[in-house]
Structure formats: structure tokens, C-alpha cells
């Protein structure tokens, strides 16, 4: 089945793509050190989320082109950016500020584990784990969603979706939706909640891969997203 899983499940920038389009015109949103800042490439059009970043920047824009970066410009992941108009700069407490004080609408995380009650685990102090927490800690609890992109299983076929977390804990019960590789699911009264799911798989294979049950509301639609 492993080798079937690989050849259906969503790559990295569709799950990207696919949590994208949930974000509304106008929110104020943080996006997560690596993957999950994919999710700025991929805004619906006639939407404009403002992107906000920990090293104090706000309203910032699509990567430079290669050559073109100006490396006083960079986002939480020392990665270049552009400005849009009107973007701002401020001290990092004041960041931290914004995001303490609620003031952003959602944040987009990676995960190690994600359990059904919203537990979130997404750093480690293992081999090749990122040192400590870092600012996630304070975003899963000072936005007011919290959403997690990541695949469904880890490389070595575990689950990432799980009754309880195992690993060190960003935030409890912070999560309120998930984007798989092979699902969308809600988490709602410490329940997975499926919505979508990719049409090539089965209830009962998506069960097997998935560490706690998976409820259902009302009708699963189909995932679907395009070639990337």
C-alpha cells in the first residue's frame, strides 16, 4: 500500500494550494518556517492575505527574483522577501506584541504530531530537531485559528494524527484544522472530523493511516486540486 499512497497523495505545494484557499480577503496571517511557507505562493485571486513575520515585518510580497534580493529584507526563515505597499517594519517585541495580543487571524504550522483534542507538536530536541520551540509556542496561542499542513504519515509510514502527542508539545489544544496529503479534517469536540479526502482512497485505508478514529459529520467531498 505504501507504494500506492505515494503515487495518489498530494505533494507538498497541492497542500499548500489546498490551505490556501481558506484563508479570507484581508486576514492578518503568520506562516510557519519552511513548508508551510509555500502557502503564500498559492492566494486566490481577488484575495489578499497580509503576511506577518516575527523579525518585525508586515505586508510583505512574493520572493525576489534570483539575483535581486536585498538581504535586509527577510522573513522569520531568513528567506528574501519583497514589500508591498504599505507594508511596515517594527521592533521584534512589538511583533511579538501583535501576536501575544491577538491581533492576528491565523497561523500555518508544520507538524511532527498533531493529536485529536488539538494537541500540537512541531519541534524536537532529537537528532537534527530544531533546538527549541521558537515562536511557535506564542502563535498557536495568540491567533485566533490554527491551522497545520503536513503530510499524512511520517517517512517511515507512522501516523502524524494521533490519540496523544508522544512528542514535546507546542500548544494545547490549539489546532482547529489539518491539511493532509490525503485528507482535510477538522478537529472539533477532541475528534477528528474528516471533510475531504482524496477520492483514491478508501474510508478504511485512510482509517489504517490515520492514529485515532476519524468521524464523520456530514458528506465527505472529494479532495481535489490542481497539477502543481
Known amino acids: 500500500m505504501s507504494e500506492q499512497l505515494n503515487s495518489i497523495k498530494l505533494s507538498n505545494a497541492q497542500i499548500a494550494w489546498r490551505a490556501a484557499q481558506d484563508i479570507e480577503d484581508g486576514e492578518y496571517v503568520n506562516l510557519g518556517i519552511g513548508f508551510p511557507e509555500m502557502v503564500a505562493k498559492f492566494q486566490p485571486e481577488g484575495r489578499e492575505a497580509i503576511f506577518h513575520t516575527e523579525n518585525g515585518l508586515l505586508g510583505f510580497g512574493q520572493a525576489p527574483k534570483e539575483g535581486e534580493e536585498d538581504w535586509d529584507l527577510i522573513n522569520a526563515g531568513k528567506k528574501a522577501v519583497t514589500l508591498k505597499p504599505g507594508a ?6 512589538d511583533s511579538f506584541a501583535m501576536v501575544r495580543g491577538g491581533h492576528l487571524d ?10 485529536q483534542n488539538g494537541d500540537l507538536a512541531n519541534w524536537s530536541t532529537g ?16 491567533v ?3 491551522a497545520v499542513i503536513t503530510d ?3 517517512k517511515k509510514g507512522h501516523p502524524k494524527l494521533v490519540e496523544t502527542c508522544s512528542m514535546p508539545l ?9 491539511y493532509t496529503s490525503l485528507a482535510v479534517i477538522d478537529i472539533k469536540d477532541a475528534q477528528f472530523v474528516l471533510r475531504e479526502k482524496l477520492a483514491d482512497i478508501s474510508m478504511d485505508d485512510l482509517q489504517s493511516f490515520t492514529g485515532a478514529k476519524l468521524h464523520i459529520e456530514n458528506d465527505v467531498t472529494d479532495l481535489i486540486v490542481p497539477q502543481l
Do not use: E
Open 88 to 93: 511596515s517594519f517594527f521592533h521584534h517585541a
Open 170 to 178: 507546542t500548544g494545547v489544544g490549539c489546532v482547529t484544522r489539518v
Open 127 to 142: 537528532k537534527g530537531g530544531i533546538p527549541a520551540v521558537g515562536g511557535a509556542m506564542d502563535l498557536v496561542n495568540g
Open 144 to 146: 485566533k485559528k490554527v
Open 152 to 154: 499524512h504519515i511520517t
Open 106 to 115: 491565523v497561523a500555518i504550522l508544520g507538524a511532527y504530531q498533531v493529536a
